[in-house]
């Protein structure tokens, strides 16, 4: 009776009518506290006639065992799961089978496919019936139980597989394939070793089966192309025999116009993530040629006739959309990235020249996107051997008479001033005045090509410095009536954004235009519009930027009225950029003034680690019955009254066999990102202010270091690091006991937590801030950090892994892997972020205690010195080299180390020194230098071959720095082994090249030389007064020298002007009469 009840209740949930449906559920609601409900859904979903309420059947089953199958009796479990398969083999409506599938899958969540035979029976007996009906069923039913359950499955994986050969072959049968490949898909991630030679014998008949999916069906072939992804993500191994044909299919499918988008962006990344994955391989079965044949026509096309590409549009809201244009293009992106530069540019340039050349519109574009992003995975490449000839292409192509090329030429200039400096902006003089003259058409240009013209404007203007003072008048002048008069929202964001790359490179010379620019940003921070809220954001961060360069003394009378403002739009505004930009904010002020923050950091802090918790912006993605949703909480309203409402696990939890996805809005990553990087460098800037906060906000922080984005993870590393810092100087301020326990608590935790992370992260850039922040800490506690037993073998061993290129995130693992081979150069990058830990730890234990470790990681700096290495791994092998000998020059027993390892390194050093690169030449030298600093009397026999090199280096340099670090290199002879200079030659040779030109850091060395020698040898210093009191002359008052050496400059020449007074009036008397009234009043003042 139940049955015809409820079957009459389902139909009238299918009714057009509100009143009805309403009514209905309430029935339905009362029905369902009857235990009775369950043999009744079955009896529908087995006997009604309607497919509908068979489904709605199956579906309601489904819930109500996902939620209560604690309640459900055991005689009804098992009828139940007896009647779950007679219905699938009897059923002939897909739409019922698959909720039916959907069900079983659920019942076997609950019961393991051990305790339920007859469904492991069923599916042996239908996959490999000789109907294909009852095969498409058996793997319907396969991809929806093993899907959801790919774990327990395992015994069975071998099993599975060889069922997966034989239905793979099945060509004629597009269903069972989509099926099988569905299943394939999710049991990959759990297979391990003893399945991969099956996996692999799959690969060929995969390819032929998906070739017949998309003739058949190219949806389901699009979302079956995911198995890729799996099989790249989780064992890579099993792909690479077959890589040239696995590209080969991805390519004719990207190359085929007459297929989807969709499809088209699976190939093109999937070739992507292959490259990134397994760039070695790519470039041995010489797969870049045919790639790029593909990857450039794709790439240049022209769009639809009537449309213009996405980021054409006037209002391009910078979305990415799935385009197989734009995946092209990252393709070209991500081969910069992970190959190396001479390789990918022989065979790349051809393709873009040919492009550039083009009479199409269309294929000059494609050129100079392709050429944009090249700039950052080749930085060096092109800086050091293309970059005239490519700016010249972009400063031709910014007059093109097509604006799709103006357009492309904007951000590809922008990229190049992001990723080329320092040398880009060296070409100001060619570059300044195009930008300008995109400026003064403000008004009538489109606002979408504008912001082009802005990005590239900001880029470049950022990294200027000093250079931008002649355009400062005319920037402001644009900047500011833009602000002022603009109707356009867009238009004054774009304005405030650029205001604040201006200051990044003017600092204080802003200072002048500081009062209206404040005016403006206030007035846009206090208006509550909707409409204002990009405006709001852009004006929050570059409060932030003016904080930090305007000079403290200018922007702290309003740090306090800033952390109030950002602390009222937080109140106000509920926007997740708005909220990361107060916190950016708020880390500005901490550095400028942190009193001020102070009294709010409960707030702040509560409201960032908000933002660390939340999961909003991450979305499940449910299958399709939303329609019963309403029943979900079917009798959680009436759980009181049976006494049982305690929640249990399975009651809350969204089940993920209904979940096809995740997605996450990237600004919540941001917003995580930025309160991450806030919330460390408060921590550091407020001290012991922050001290209640601390504990919390690491726990939080520590949580998101698995955090699937990477940039969450970087920054939260790198919040870990600040944390440390920020206990450590706590300590040192105030060094009691608990705070001693602090910070090895912090530790202890952090520090094994760095080097799993380096180990073990897939990420290159993760790697490279780990170790970045693990360095800092190290630099900062000193001996602290490496005070428990075994750490610094273990960081040392952490450095030595990533040397040998043998950490997760290198490409390990793969045969192709060559010493001496040429490397992409963030790959370079990151074994350059670990050599530079070795400095760092000999700086912070004794000599002797480091020097086994120094001795394992010193060859394998020393091979990347030889002259076939690139010119960057040449510079980073003596700049290591030099920067550890420093190190030992500080520390106990360095002396003695330094000594034992000079006749290892002197080779080395003395190659590096007639190096025909001026950067190695001068890390050389620096590095010879420091090595007489540590070493001293113990390398006496090598001074004459030292002098000799160096007299002759400084006869034929013309580089400026490379000359000043020779200066320095002689004063740490002389310091440190004075006995084994002939000061008669060489101190007037030094002497004759004051003052120092670039490297103003080693003003400290001459001077501290200087001084040594005044007390050493008066006679032989006041012989080469003139020389010497010229060029302190030009140092007096410099902004870049800093305290300490102004006033050891200032001890000496009071010193020489009361003990020499003669000597000294006449030297001073042959200066310009600025610098002679400067000295006298330096001398006289007290």
Request: glycine share 4%; with cysteine.
């Amino acid at each position: 009776m139940m049955s015809e009840e409820l079957e009459r209740i389902l139909a009238r949930l299918t009714e057009p009518d509100n009143a009805v449906i309403q009514q209905a559920t309430a029935e339905l609601k009362q029905a369902f506290k009857d235990p009775a409900i369950i043999p009744a859904l079955c009896a529908v979903m087995t006997g009604s006639q309607n497919p509908q309420l068979r489904q709605s059947a199956a579906v309601m089953l489904r819930m109500r065992v996902r939620k209560h199958w604690k309640k459900v009796s055991p005689d009804h479990r098992e009828s139940l799961k007896a009647v779950v398969l007679q219905a699938l083999q009897q059923e002939t409506e897909h739409t019922v089978r698959h909720s039916l599938a959907q069900l079983s899958a659920v019942l076997v969540k609950h019961e393991t496919p051990d305790r339920w035979p007859a469904l492991l029976t069923l599916l042996n007996q239908s996959t490999k019936s000789n109907n294909p009906q009852d095969r498409q069923v058996g793997l319907l039913l396969l991809s929806k139980v093993v899907g959801s359950n790919p774990e327990p499955f395992k015994p069975h994986y071998k099993q599975l597989l060889q069922l997966f050969g034989t239905v793979l072959q099945d060509l004629n049968n597009p269903t069972a394939l989509y099926y099988c490949i569905l299943t394939l898909t999710s049991i990959t991630p759990y297979t391990g070793t003893e399945e991969m030679n099956l996996m692999r014998s799959l690969i060929p008949k995969l390819l032929v089966a998906l070739k017949h999916l998309i003739q058949a069906d190219q949806e389901k072939a699009s979302e079956a192309m995911e198995v890729f992804d799996e099989l790249m993500e989780s064992e890579v191994s099993i792909v690479v025999p077959h890589i040239a044909e696995i590209v080969q299919f991805c390519l004719e499918i990207s190359a085929d116009v007459s297929l989807s988008d969709s499809l088209r962006v699976k190939a093109l990344s999937c070739i992507a993530v292959l490259i990134r994955l397994k760039n070695k391989a790519v470039l041995k079965h010489k797969l870049l040629q045919p790639i790029l044949k593909v990857v450039f026509p794709i790439l240049s096309a022209a769009p639809p006739p009537g449309e213009e590409d996405p980021e054409d549009e006037e209002n391009d809201t910078g979305g990415d959309s799935e385009n197989p244009k734009h995946f092209a293009v990252q393709v070209i992106d991500t081969m910069a990235l992970h190959m190396p530069p001479e390789k990918l540019f022989n065979q790349l340039l051809p393709f873009t020249q040919a492009c550039l050349s083009s009479e199409n519109p269309y294929e000059r574009k494609g050129g100079l996107m392709c050429m944009a992003v090249l700039a950052e995975g080749c930085a060096d490449h092109i800086r050091t051997k293309m970059l005239s000839s490519m700016l010249q292409t972009v400063c031709r192509s910014l007059s093109d008479n097509n604006e799709v090329v103006r357009s492309a030429a904007l951000f590809a200039l922008g990229q190049f001033s992001e990723h080329l400096q320092p040398d880009v902006s060296k070409f100001h003089a060619e570059l300044m005045p195009l930008l300008h003259g995109y400026l003064s058409a403000v008004n009538q240009t489109k606002i979408g090509h504008m912001t082009k013209a802005f990005y590239a404007l900001e880029n470049f203007l950022e990294n200027l410095g000093q250079e931008i003072e002649p355009y400062l008048p005319t920037l402001m002048e644009t900047m500011l009536s833009a602000l002022n008069n603009a109707e356009n929202f867009k238009l004054k964001e774009l304005a405030v954004s650029a205001i604040g790359a201006i200051a990044n490179a003017a600092k204080e010379m802003l200072v002048p235009y500081f009062p209206p620019i404040i005016e403006s940003l206030k007035g846009f921070l206090t208006d509550t519009r909707e409409e204002m809220r990009a405006l709001q954001t852009q004006a929050l961060d570059t409060l932030s930027v003016l904080a930090r360069t305007v000079g403290k003394d200018v922007f702290s009378p309003l740090a306090a009225e800033c952390a109030q403002l950002g602390l009222n739009l937080t109140d106000a505004v509920d926007d997740p950029d708005l909220r990361r930009c107060t916190y950016s904010l708020f880390s500005a002020v901490s550095d400028v003034s942190p009193d001020c923050l102070t009294p709010h950091l409960t707030s702040i802090t509560t409201v960032m680690l908000l933002s660390l918790r939340s999961t909003e912006g991450v979305t499940a993605h449910l299958e399709e019955d939303k329609q019963f949703v309403l029943l979900d909480d079917d009798d959680a309203d009436d759980e009181g009254e049976e006494g049982d409402a305690i929640l249990d696990e399975e009651e809350t939890e969204i089940d993920d066999s209904d979940v096809s996805g995740f997605s996450v809005e990237n600004s919540y990553i941001d917003e995580k990102e930025d309160a991450c990087d806030a919330l460390g460098e408060i921590a550091f800037n407020t001290g012991v202010a922050f001290q209640p906060f601390l504990e919390s906000s690491f726990q939080q922080v520590y949580e998101l270091r698995d955090f699937p984005h990477e940039d969450v993870r970087r920054a939260a590393f790198g919040a870990m690091g600040q944390f440390c810092r920020a206990q450590h100087k706590v300590w040192k301020e105030n060094p009691t006991e608990a705070n001693h326990q602090a910070l090895h608590k912090l530790l202890q935790v952090v520090l094994p937590c760095f080097l799993e992370a380096v180990r073990q992260d897939r990420e290159r850039q993760v790697v490279m801030a780990v170790l970045e922040s693990m360095n800092a800490v190290i630099k900062s506690c000193q001996g602290e950090a490496l005070q428990a037993p075994g750490t610094l073998a273990e960081i040392s061993n952490a450095i030595k892994d990533v040397l040998k290129k043998k950490t997760v995130c290198q490409d390990v693992g793969g045969d192709e892997a060559d010493d001496d081979e040429q490397q992409a150069e963030y790959d370079a990058m990151l074994q350059e972020f670990a050599g530079e830990g070795i400095p760092v730890l000999a700086s912070a234990v004794p000599a002797e205690t480091f020097y086994p470790h120094l001795n394992d990681l010193l060859p394998l700096i020393m091979s990347k010195a030889k002259s076939a290495c690139t010119e960057a791994d040449r510079s980073f092998s003596v700049g290591t080299i030099g920067e550890t000998l420093h190190s030992l020059a500080g520390v106990a027993g360095g002396r003695a180390v330094a000594g034992r390892l000079s006749n290892r390194l002197l080779p080395v050093l003395v190659a590096g020194v007639k190096d025909s690169d001026a950067e190695v030449r001068n890390n050389s030298v620096y590095a010879l230098g420091s090595l007489a600093q540590a070493a001293g009397p113990i390398i006496a026999s090598d001074y004459p071959m030292m002098l000799s090199l160096f007299s002759n280096l400084l006869s034929k340099e013309s580089d400026l720095r490379v000359i000043d670090n020779l200066c320095a290199a002689l004063c740490r002879m002389i310091m440190s082994h004075v006995e084994g200079v002939p000061l008669e030659q060489v101190f007037p040779a030094l002497v004759a090249r004051l003052p120092l030109k670039e490297d103003m850091e080693e003003n400290k060395t001459i001077y501290s030389c200087l001084t040594f020698l005044y007390s050493h040898n008066p006679v032989l210093v006041v012989s080469q007064l003139r020389p010497i009191i010229s060029a302190a002359a030009h140092l007096l008052g410099m902004k870049d020298v800093d305290n300490e050496t102004q006033n050891s400059l200032l001890m000496l020449l009071r010193a020489l002007a009361q003990q020499h007074t003669q000597e000294f009036e006449n030297a001073v008397m042959s200066l310009p009469d600025e610098q002679k009234n400067k000295m006298t009043m330096a001398v006289t003042q007290s």
